[in-house]
T-cell receptor, first 112, second 113 residues
Framework: TQLLEQSPQFLSIQEGENLTVYCNSS?????LQWYRQEPGEGPVLLVT?????EVKKLKRLTFQFGDARKDSSLHITAAQPGDTGLYLC????????????FGKGITLSVRP | DTGVSQDPRHKITKRGQNVTFRCDPI?????LYWYRQTLGQGPEFLTY????????KSRLLSDRFSAERPKGSFSTLEIQRTEQGDSAMYLC???????????FGPGTRLLVL
């Protein structure tokens, strides 16, 4: 059983479209991080959310942490081919400096 | 801030050989983590250090695996008697005391033939 479920697992869209992807759990996290990973590379941090209900924006990306700190969403506006990659969410269960539990990731492909 | 570095980036070895990977964390980060990622999966936690002390080990870390951080700076991960199932990306991450965010290195991709 995966502690963090990410959906959809795969997504292929046209450049300019909007999309929302999800990261869900039945567990409460002290923080949740989103990373993007390119093939053969390590995950690169996009955002960290720590407060229930928190919304953070990074250019065309909007991240929301659920009120109960069990889930998160990532919305991309006007997707571009450069957004293509694997999006991973990772949660810390027991406070700062604890190990991260990852979802399986969402593979996004943005066609020009 | 030079980021987390890992060496080597790629390693091909034959089954039964020993391999060692190195991780240099971001300077002044006192916590260092090792994760393993197989194809189609997210990274899975292996172990972490606070300074030179190894504070937690996953059950994934069999007795063929050993990690050290002797001076509280860089860390090494050794796999003895490698098996084909050890083929994976080995990732290192670090953060500072009280920090929520972990920063990852580029990883070492291991292929065991």
């Amino acid at each position: 059983t995966q502690l963090l479920e990410q959906s959809p697992q795969f997504l292929s869209i046209q450049e300019g479209e909007n999309l929302t992807v999800y990261c869900n759990s039945s567990s409460v996290f002290s923080s949740l991080q989103w990373y993007r990973q390119e093939p053969g590379e390590g995950p690169v941090l996009l955002v960290t959310v720590v407060t229930g209900g928190e919304v953070k924006k990074l250019k065309r990306l909007t991240f929301q942490f659920g009120d109960a700190r069990k889930d998160s969403s990532l919305h991309i506006t006007a997707a571009q081919p450069g957004d293509t990659g694997l999006y991973l969410c990772a949660g810390a269960l027991t406070g700062a400096n604890s190990k991260l539990t990852f979802g399986k990731g969402i593979t996004l492909s943005v066609r020009p | 801030d030079t980021g987390v570095s890992q060496d080597p980036r790629h390693k091909i070895t034959k089954r039964g050989q020993n391999v060692t990977f190195r991780c240099d964390p971001i300077s002044e980060h006192n916590r260092l983590y090792w994760y393993r990622q197989t194809l189609g999966q997210g990274p899975e936690f292996l172990t972490y250090f606070q300074n030179e002390a190894q504070l937690e080990k996953s059950r994934l870390l069999s007795d063929r695996f050993s990690a050290e951080r002797p001076k509280g700076s860089f860390s090494t991960l050794e796999i003895q008697r490698t098996e084909q199932g050890d083929s994976a990306m080995y990732l290192c991450a670090s953060n500072r005391r009280g920090g929520e965010t972990q920063y990852f290195g580029p990883g070492t991709r291991l292929l065991v033939l």
